[in-house]
């Protein structure tokens, strides 16, 4: 398994300011991801970060908006920039595992960062 | 589209009782079908993940089932406790030649009552 940290837990921001959430997982891993949950919807997937590369966005999803760094194979930080109301939801870090047996890759999520902007 | 779905949207059940949620899916091509709970304020955890041949799987009093035919799977949840209060999202894995991708259902909002 992966235990996976998550700072802040939550937080409630001003319209316009930026929030960075960090990610620690306690081993190295390759790919970790960073998804969104807004209130009573499903997770979407914002990025995938590798380290040593440039963050993929997904659709709908630009650098701008929510610049990723992936300093090295624990560590990752996701920035909310330029809030407004409409990024209040619950942001997610996962990291992907070998499972077993070989033909699948588990995920493993953190506890979660639930902002709320005003 | 890929898509997930899932019913029912919530259920209230007493405790001791017996449930199934339920997930359709459209997602190809397919990888693998996983069941998550997710307490409120807390990150998914995986209950079971099953590939195309298998049929069902459990986890203790969670049971899975997997049709590959008609793209259904069933989470089935035996004398219900009070800390089985959550949501079960049901996800479907497609590998795409170079990476998995995850398709997630809205969940099931599972509340046990006394």
């Known amino acids: 398994s992966a235990v996976i940290s998550q700072k802040p837990s939550r937080d409630i921001c001003q319209r316009g300011t930026s929030l960075t959430i960090q990610c620690q997982v306690d081993?190295?891993?390759?790919?970790m991801f960073w998804y969104r949950q807004q209130p009573g919807q499903s997770l979407t997937l914002i990025a995938t970060?590798?380290?040593?590369?440039?963050?993929?966005?997904e659709s709908g999803f630009v650098i701008d908006k929510f610049p990723i760094s992936r300093p090295n194979l624990t560590f990752s930080t996701l920035t909310v920039s330029n809030m407004s109301p409409e990024d209040s939801s619950i942001y997610l870090c996962?990291?992907?595992?070998?499972?077993?047996?070989?033909?699948?890759?588990?995920?493993?999520f953190g506890p979660g960062t639930r902002l709320t902007v005003l | 589209k890929n898509q997930v779905e899932q019913s029912p949207q919530s259920l209230i059940i007493l405790e001791g009782k017996n449930c199934t949620l339920q997930?359709?899916?459209?997602?190809?091509?397919?990888?693998?079908l996983r069941w998550y709970k997710q307490d409120t304020g807390r990150g998914p955890v995986s209950l079971t993940i099953?590939?195309?041949?298998?049929n069902t799987k459990s986890n203790g009093r969670y049971t899975a089932t997997l049709d590959a035919d008609t793209k259904q799977s069933s989470l089935h949840i035996t004398a219900s406790q009070l800390s089985d209060s959550a949501s079960y999202i049901c996800?479907?894995?497609?590998?795409?030649?170079?990476?998995?991708?995850?398709?997630f259902g809205t969940g099931t909002r599972l509340q046990v009552t006394l």
């Open positions: 996962s990291v992907e595992r070998a499972g077993a047996p070989s033909s699948y890759n588990e995920q493993f």
């Open positions: 081993s190295q891993v390759t790919m």
């Open positions: 970060a590798n380290q040593g590369s440039e963050a993929t966005y």
């Open positions: 997930c359709n899916y459209t997602v190809s091509p397919f990888s693998n």
């Open positions: 099953m590939t195309f041949s298998e």
């Open positions: 996800v479907v894995s497609r590998f795409t030649g170079t990476a998995s991708k995850l398709t």
